[in-house]
């Protein structure tokens, strides 16, 4: 009976992890977004507004004053990272840090991340035909570079619909873009252990340089 519930737990596991999570975009003049993981809703965009009785909202406005006291008195005892009080050389060395530690392993995971069912339709519009016309030129331009930027760094599978063109009675220019992102959350987990291990190796490197050490040093204070 015990190997029953241990290989249901595994299994269990296993289906858990097999699981992806997935993303969808749609814009039409309003935004809709969807965050699932499996066949659950973690987050909706726009939300079903529920109505509030006014007890319960004086309540939390009372709450939120408090809680806003609190947070003013937090801050004043800490202090924030500006990145504009660093030097110059802080600052490069801390590109460095990122650039170098974690450039593969955040390529990888990227790399794992899949477009589906992209749809883009933009329709250009200006105040008369000449503005229309520049507007449908740069469109066609930063569409094309985003979607090799996007090719480049995630795994962009072929679109459904691309249609750009310009509506010179039309002084807006409107927008249907429409995708869908996915990622395993087994990629996901190995991606994350695989940046914190670049992070540890990244601060030994570092660490062993003596020119360094101090540099890296007040970089990890600030942060």
């Not at 202090?79 to 590109?95: A, C, V």
């Not at 009675?169 to 914190?196: K, M, N, P």
């Amino acid at each position: 009976m015990g190997w029953l519930i241990a290989a249901a737990i595994v299994l269990l596991i296993v289906l858990l992890l097999a699981g992806r999570i997935a993303v969808f975009f749609d814009y039409n003049g309003t935004l809709a977004l969807k965050i699932k993981y499996a066949c659950f809703n973690v987050v909706k965009i726009p939300k079903k507004k529920r109505k509030k009785s006014k007890r319960k909202s004086k309540n939390k406005a009372k709450k939120t004053d408090k809680k806003a006291k609190s947070d003013k008195s937090k801050k004043k005892g800490k202090k924030k990272f500006d990145l504009k009080s660093l030097k110059f050389d802080d600052k490069i060395e801390l590109l460095k840090l990122a650039l170098s530690g974690f450039g593969k392993p955040l390529k990888k995971l990227l790399k794992k991340v899949e477009f589906s069912h992209t749809s883009i339709r933009i329709v250009c519009g200006g105040d008369d035909a000449a503005k229309a016309a520049i507007k449908f030129g740069a469109m066609n331009i930063a569409v094309g570079n985003v979607l090799g930027l996007l090719d480049s760094f995630f795994t962009l599978k072929e679109l459904d619909d691309m249609y750009i063109t310009v509506d010179f009675q039309s002084e807006e220019t409107l927008y249907d873009v429409y995708f869908e992102t996915r990622l395993s959350l087994f990629a996901a987990i190995a991606g994350a252990f695989g940046l914190l291990r670049a992070l540890t190796k990244l601060t030994k490197a570092y660490d062993e340089k003596p020119r360094t050490r101090k540099r890296i040093r007040r970089l990890k204070g600030h942060l």
